[in-house]
């Protein structure tokens, strides 16, 4: 191992670390456990890749770092270096054999011992997120998203950044989130969906990473106030071309985290079986027609024409082994922009993506409605004023073309590549209607 500075070992994560066994190395982070066995103390130290436990040997460590060691206390911020020995017992298979150990900063008695409830560890969630198994969220999530971004960049898409203060919306009035903007009534962006709209006449496939807002009505396990959306847009596009890249894109998320993640799933207890399944973008796809009648076959009382909430999603799901889509849903289920079907004008060619396992919707994309005058009796038929959508009604005046796009609750689709129970362990800092703290 070579030196850093000041002769001492170099320093290295606890992750290469493990690996350098019969090494010397440095390591630094948090205490993450401790265990004072009067010869010798075990310190457990958490940094961004793993932990590594350090033993300090009151026969052998100088008596600084004995000392150090000593006054450590959970999460306290340490650095210690030695030698790298393999040992069973220890987490990894191998520890560091203290020759030195310095306490950067002494933390107070932490609030959080294990055993907490939801509501008190929401409280604190500005140090509950150091939790080993949210940190490994962070982690997983991080590399979906880089696989999405890779995938994207690699089939000539371009990343747009539209606005999230907007005057009209996209996905029905009643989940918008008002704003006073200088007297006047804006609202938090839904979607993008019609900005990237706009952008598709100059750089034909468009995408956008940015927070949408939804004043949901019911708290689930799947909603949040804010979430991060993922969206397509692209010009000469039908409904199925659309459908293709919405499978290509879960696929290469889902390949990016089996290829990148392995140890993050194995630390949550991820089965990864599903994940291989869904390795391949040759997803299943059903009618909303058949949906009903999987539904029925299941006992699920459901008349055409009903939506299909979070309850029967979970049913369908059991049908499929891998994600899957629903397309043509009746006209008035879905938002006025979804361009109906031709041959069937009661239905849209809309389309949902639902993952597996009970997960159920993680996109809703569609065909949009690319006639000026069909556009127009829409907006009017759902009671909308064409005033405020007059910019996105001029599109259709000026070269409109055949496009299709959709919208992928990153969330959603983390939740479900780590297999949690709850959509707000899939980010940091989660917003809830009673709790805009931390
Ligand atoms: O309402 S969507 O189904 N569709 C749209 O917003 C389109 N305008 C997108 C587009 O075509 N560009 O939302 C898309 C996805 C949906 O499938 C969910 O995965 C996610 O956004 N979504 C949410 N995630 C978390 N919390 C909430 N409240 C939420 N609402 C939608």
Redesign the pocket.
Known sequence: MSSGAGGLPALVKTRRALGLVGEEARVRGWVYRKRDLGGKIFVVVRDSEGVMQVVVDRATAPPEAVRAAEAATIESAVEAWGRVEADPRAPGGAELRAEGFVLHSRAEDFPIKGGEGVDYLLDVRHLWIRSRRLTAVWRLRHVALHAMRRYLDENGWWEVSPPILTQSA??GGATLFEVNFFGRKAYLS????FY?EALIYSLERVWSLTT?F?A?RSRTR????E?W?L?T?EAWARMRDSMRVAAELVAAAVRGVLEGASEELSLLGRSTEPLERAARPDYPSITYDEAVELLRRKGVSVEWGDDLGADEERVLTGYFDTPFFVTHFPKHLKSFYMKPDPGRPEVVLGF?LLAPEGYG??????EREDRYEALLARIREEGLNPDEYRWYLDLRRYGSVPHS?????V??LVMWIAGLDH?RDSLPFPRFRDRIYP
């Open positions: 996209v996905e839904q979607s993008a969906q990237l949408s939804r949901e799947r909603h949040l106030y979430y959306h969206e847009e949902d919707e993680v996109i809703g994309g569609s796009g959709f919208g992928l609750g969330d959603r959509i």
